[in-house]
């Protein structure tokens, strides 16, 4: 996978997260309909990323954004700040390349 194609599935994943965020909230529950999507492509990306990936993609599009809209950090052994917009995480997940 390329990173432009990485990048426009980040981005698709996080306006279908935000919309449906947006409709709960308004009291409608999408997750019986998204649920099985949400599942294929999880297999999908299992067949492309290996576990560390996996786990730095995950924290990225779910963990990073408090439901209170605080945005975390994640730091390298360094210190150095990582996975704070698509290119620094598509570089975090080149490093854990197999």
Known sequence: MNKELFEEIIL??????????ALYKLGIDMLDFTE???RIIDILFKSYFNKDQLGW?????YER??????????????G???CYDI?????????YTK
């Open 57 to 61: 993609i995950d924290w990225f599009l």
């Open 36 to 38: 099985p999507y949400d």
């Open 80 to 82: 150095n700040s990582i």
């Open 87 to 95: 290119d620094s995480l598509w570089k975090t997940i080149q490093e």
């Open 65 to 78: 954004k408090t439901h209170k809209g605080e945005i975390l950090e994640a730091h390298d052994a360094d």
């Open 12 to 21: 698709k994943l996080q306006s279908m997260h935000e919309k449906n965020h």
